[in-house]
């Protein structure tokens, strides 16, 4: 069976930093893009940061430059290190394996940015 597992989510100030991490069983991950989605309440999910096999990054233009996308395919695990957060950044944070038609989400954790 097909895991994602999401850890690292929690409650922080404005300015502070978070590292999500997910851990990743079931499939062979070093063949799936990588990635992470946010969904806030009452806006629609969208695509954070993503890293392809090849470990090319892309990023939401909101968060460019305090965002980090990593991944380590002998942990089978991805990592978002989030800096300099703000309350716009409070979400339900997902990670997601792509590989041509099949996708896996996890169960999401909760980021909220606040004083």
């Known amino acids: 069976q097909v895991q994602l597992v999401e850890s690292g989510g929690g409650l922080v100030q404005p300015g502070g930093s978070l590292r999500l991490s997910c851990a990743a069983s079931?499939?062979?991950?070093?063949?799936?893009?990588m990635g992470w989605y946010r969904q806030a309440p009452g806006k629609e999910r969208e695509l954070v940061a993503l890293?392809?096999?090849?470990?090319?990054?892309n990023y939401l233009n909101s968060v460019k430059g305090r965002f980090t996308i990593s991944r380590d395919n002998a942990k089978k695990s991805v990592s978002l290190q989030m800096n300099s957060l703000k309350p716009e950044d409070t979400a339900v944070y997902s990670c997601?394996?792509?590989?041509?038609?099949?996708?896996?989400w996890g169960q999401g954790t909760q980021v909220t940015v606040s004083s």
């Open positions: 079931g499939i062979v991950f070093s063949i799936y893009t």
């Open positions: 997601n394996a792509h590989r041509a038609g099949t996708t896996y």
């Open positions: 890293i392809t096999v090849g470990g090319n990054t």
